[in-house]
């Protein structure tokens, strides 16, 4: 497992050197996580309410269009900062592997429910699949 900077610098890309909300890519493999990583499988991404009332009206309210540009944001920038707002939102799912430098100092297990309380556009995110869009909640 490599070992991983504590501010997360390691996952920037573009521009290096700079933390990783800032930056305008991160990388978001996560086939292999590093040492002071936790890798969840998400099941919601809750969009901060600006960042998501934005691209429904750029996507006219179509739901295959607000899922098509939060594909395009996150495979762009490996991440969900919405280029127009600058916001990002927070996520709910399930802890799937803890890195080992922190996994005997968080009370933490594989398994467990987690919501994040830090921004998506700082967190490094995949989609493989939006499984629905909820615009009555945004």
């Known amino acids: 497992m490599k ?68 594909l395009d944001i996150v495979a762009t920038q490996g991440k969900h900062r919405n280029p127009v707002t600058g916001s990002g939102g927070m996520l709910l799912g399930t802890v799937e592997k803890i890195g080992d430098a922190i996994k005997d100092k968080i009370d933490l297990k594989v398994g467990d429910k987690i919501a994040t309380l830090v921004s998506l556009s700082l967190t490094p995110l995949r989609i493989d699949k939006i499984k629905d869009i909820r615009p009555d909640i945004d």
């Open 3 to 70: 070992k991983g900077n504590k501010y997360g610098i390691h996952r920037v890309i573009e521009p290096k050197g700079v933390l990783p909300q800032p930056a305008n890519k991160i990388d978001n493999n996560m086939d292999e996580i590093w040492d002071n990583e936790i890798l969840i499988d998400v099941q919601t991404l809750n969009i901060d309410s600006a960042s998501f009332t934005q691209i429904e009206e750029q996507a006219k309210g179509d739901k295959a269009e607000i899922a098509r540009i939060m």
